[in-house]
């Protein structure tokens, strides 16, 4: 069920550098939604008139809140890092389909802006207890926003492209080298990343859930602006085509071709 609301802004951070975080208030979205969907956010200014898609980082049910951690791409998220506490905007979700929590012992990795969503996923998965959690954080450098949010939910093993913390290299790199194992992989981030991590996961006979990264239009499936390749005929299309708004974000790896 997804729903379309003003919501009530209750706290926007910038993180570090062009990376914020917004708190909103939406008891009805906050009650349905589960890790790795995402909301559409709509702007005030009429000139923007397609909402901008930003997977949720953290749900507070009881509190009917969740958490938005976004990177400034435009003109769009700049005015939503211009809102404060109090504002209001136009709000529709959840949207998409997210992770389904399988498995015993876990791999979650995120590069990137793909990283935000992977921890609403870390605490869920540390609630249900049966899980072991491990988890792998991609950055470009030592500007490691989050990083510290989840210690608490399972060990932390990060990468950076210039070795200034953790394993130099990619998240693939980060796993072999701390010699991390699993029976589920969990990941989000960009392209390049995902295609390694299907690759890796296939070599080793590892199932893996990834949540692709693409521009939205519609966000509920209607204009096939975000497709994937899929190995399977689309219904809808009849082409071997996924919409990742609506069939996503989250696919098994197998399911679609990078």
């Known amino acids: 069920m997804k729903f379309k609301n003003t919501a009530k802004v209750e706290n926007s ?37 397609l909402p901008r898609p930003i997977s949720i980082c953290e749900i507070e049910k009881e509190k009917g809140q969740l958490r938005l951690v976004y990177r400034i791409a435009g003109k769009g998220t700049e005015e939503f890092s211009q809102l404060k506490a109090g504002d209001t905007l136009e709000v529709m979700g959840p949207l998409g389909n997210g992770f389904v929590l399988e498995g015993k012992r876990a791999i979650l990795i995120g590069g990137g802006i793909g990283i935000p969503p992977m921890l609403e996923l870390a605490k869920t998965l540390r609630k249900k207890g049966s ?52 029976d589920m992989i969990f990941a989000c981030g960009p392209t390049p990343m995902l295609r390694g991590i299907k690759a890796y996961a296939e070599e080793n006979s590892i199932r893996a859930q990834i949540s692709l990264e693409e521009k939205m ?28 708004c609506w069939d996503g974000p989250v696919f098994y790896a197998n399911e679609i071709e990078l």
């Open 217 to 244: 239009a519609c966000g509920i499936g209607a204009c096939l602006a975000c497709v994937c390749k899929s190995k399977e005929i689309d219904h809808h299309t009849n082409v071997h085509n996924k919409r990742i």
């Open 131 to 182: 899980f072991e959690v491990q988890i792998v954080l991609g950055y470009r450098n030592a500007d490691t926003f989050l990083a510290k949010e989840f210690e608490a939910f399972g060990a932390v093993y990060l990468a950076t492209e210039d070795g200034s913390l953790g394993t130099k290299g990619n998240v693939i790199d980060a796993v072999r080298a701390n010699g991390l194992s699993a």
């Open 13 to 49: 951070d910038c993180l570090t550098g062009n990376i914020y975080s917004l708190w909103i208030s939406d008891e009805e979205i906050a009650r349905e939604a589960v890790p790795g969907q995402f909301l559409a956010l709509y702007c005030k200014d009429g000139d923007r008139l």
